[in-house]
Nanobody
Framework: QLQASGGGLVQTGGSLRLSCAAS????????MGWFRQAPGNEREFVAA????????YYSGSVKGRFTISRVNADNTVHLQMSNLKPEDTAVYYC?????????????????WGQGTLVTVSS
């Protein structure tokens, strides 16, 4: 089970941290990711981290502004979002997939958490 939290309203240029708490199974062998979906758009990849060694992946639109990290002790993944822009406004979802999968895309994820809304005002 994945539980996302931390969304809210922030001004352009502001920061926000999302958290995803995982329960029910150990995360070794998984890749944890964040996706987002704005109204009228498809769900898109934001960032991911390989649980075992911490290797990270980012979409081009957030690289340099967002940082994904993990806390092994409490099975939590964080997404630190900085220099937020109005186009970052979306519902953010955390998800997990077995790390042997080659693609990090919405259709390739194995588990999903509920979304948390991030709104960036201009």
């Amino acid at each position: 089970q994945l539980q996302a939290s931390g969304g809210g309203l922030v001004q352009t240029g502001g920061s926000l941290r999302l958290s995803c708490a995982a329960s029910g199974r150990p995360l070794g062998g998984y890749r944890m990711g964040w996706f987002r979906q704005a109204p009228g758009n498809e769900r898109e990849f934001v960032a991911a981290i390989r649980w075992g060694d911490g290797i990270t992946y980012y979409s081009g639109s957030v690289k340099g502004r967002f940082t994904i990290s993990r806390v092994n002790a409490d099975n939590t993944v964080h997404l630190q979002m900085s220099n937020l822009k109005p186009e970052d406004t979306a519902v953010y979802y955390c998800a997990a997939q077995l790390e042997f999968k080659l693609r990090i895309s919405a259709s390739d994820m194995d588990y999903w958490g509920q979304g948390t809304l991030v709104t960036v005002s201009s």
